[in-house]
């Protein structure tokens, strides 16, 4: 069963931390994995989208890696700020369908104090 | 900003009604899609379509129905509105090929009373 993993389910951290996300998938054929960023109530805003030749791909202050053999990723959010807060949803991309099925996790709820 | 669009944003309706949510871009997009999602759960599939005149169910059961009459438009039906439909509903589009973004519409939040 194709299914996306991520940890930790909720994180709280101070304005001006670094931070972590990690994303385990078993998602095949693999055809890219992707970060959003959700907002409460509102849509998903994708952050980085990486294939599987990419190991990494930046975007401002957020990175995201890939380990394609290990089926892992992570999001690595740099000098948090309070507009962070929001959940981070990983979604990997089959290649097995014509529609190229996105599979989502449940996402991390990072919270930033002040 | 993606351009897609979703109305309402917010819709409270008796048990019962028939509701029709909105969903239009303006990118073109092929491929279009309807998700629901429960707070802190993941999205699922309710349906999708590649283009017009294609419309399939997703990986979640639900007793809404689709039409893709026009490429820009998208509009997901609740013949019988009930409880177990409260929700939040996210339509999304995309072009086709291996590196394309999703992108996803403010959502509707459904409450149905």
């Known amino acids: 069963k194709n299914q996306v993993e991520q940890s930790p389910q909720s994180l709280i951290i101070l304005e001006g931390k670094n931070c972590t996300l990690q994303?385990?998938?078993?998602?095949?054929?693999?055809?890219?994995l992707r970060w959003y960023k959700q907002d409460t109530g509102r849509g998903p805003v994708s952050l980085t989208i990486?294939?599987?030749?990419?190991n990494t791909k930046s975007n401002g202050r957020y990175t995201a890696t890939l380990d394609a053999d290990t089926k892992q990723s992570s999001l690595h959010i740099t000098a948090s700020q309070l507009s962070d807060s929001a959940s981070y949803i990983c979604?990997?991309?089959?290649?097995?369908?014509?529609?190229?099925?996105?599979?989502f996790g449940r996402g991390t709820q990072l919270t930033v104090w002040p | 900003e993606a351009d897609i669009y979703q109305t309402p944003r917010y819709l409270v309706i008796g048990t019962g009604k028939k509701i029709t949510l909105e969903c239009s871009q303006t990118?073109?997009?092929?491929?279009m899609y309807w998700y629901q999602q429960d707070p802190g759960m993941e999205l699922h599939l309710i349906h999708y379509?590649?283009?017009?005149?294609?419309?399939e169910k997703g990986d979640l059961s639900s007793e809404s129905t689709v039409s893709r009459i026009r490429t820009e438009h998208f509009p997901l039906t609740l013949e019988s509105a009930r409880p177990s439909h409260t929700s939040q509903y996210l339509c999304?589009?995309?072009?086709?090929?291996?590196?394309?973004?999703?992108?996803f519409g403010q959502g509707t939040r459904l409450t149905v009373v």
């Open positions: 999304a589009s995309s072009v086709s090929g291996e590196k394309t973004e999703a992108f």
């Open positions: 994303c385990n998938y078993t998602v095949s054929p693999f055809s890219n």
């Open positions: 990486m294939t599987f030749s990419e």
């Open positions: 979604v990997v991309s089959d290649r097995g369908s014509t529609l190229g099925r996105l599979y």
């Open positions: 990118m073109g997009h092929d491929k």
């Open positions: 379509s590649y283009g017009v005149n294609s419309t």
